[in-house]
């Protein structure tokens, strides 16, 4: 499992956020301790996860999921609202 530390919009790296990738090139994010997204890769396609209790958690944690997801919470419970994000326990 490869881990990096999430950076800042002014490039600096940011404590307590991390990307993770593992060996089959999935890509989560982990914000402290807990498990926010996995991003699945299938082929061409990607399926999204999200953490049903810490999607949300804390404005922190919101910031940096809308960097790894690239995109804006209102975009993110269109998904999950549509079936597109799937929430389930990833902790």
């Not at 810490?54 to 419970?77: A, C, P, V």
Request: proline fraction near 1%; avoid cysteine; glycine fraction near 4%.
């Amino acid at each position: 499992m490869k881990i990096e530390k999430m950076k800042s919009s002014r490039g600096n790296t940011v404590p307590n956020q991390f990307i993770l990738t593992d060996d089959k090139t999935n890509e989560y994010f982990k914000s402290y301790k807990s498990m926010i997204v996995k991003k699945d890769y299938e082929g061409e396609f990607v399926k999204i996860f999200l953490d049903r209790k810490y999607w949300n958690y804390s404005t922190t944690t919101g910031k940096y999921r809308n960097i790894f997801l690239n995109e804006t919470i209102k975009d993110t419970r269109k998904k999950i609202k549509s079936g597109e994000y799937i929430l389930t326990d990833l902790n």
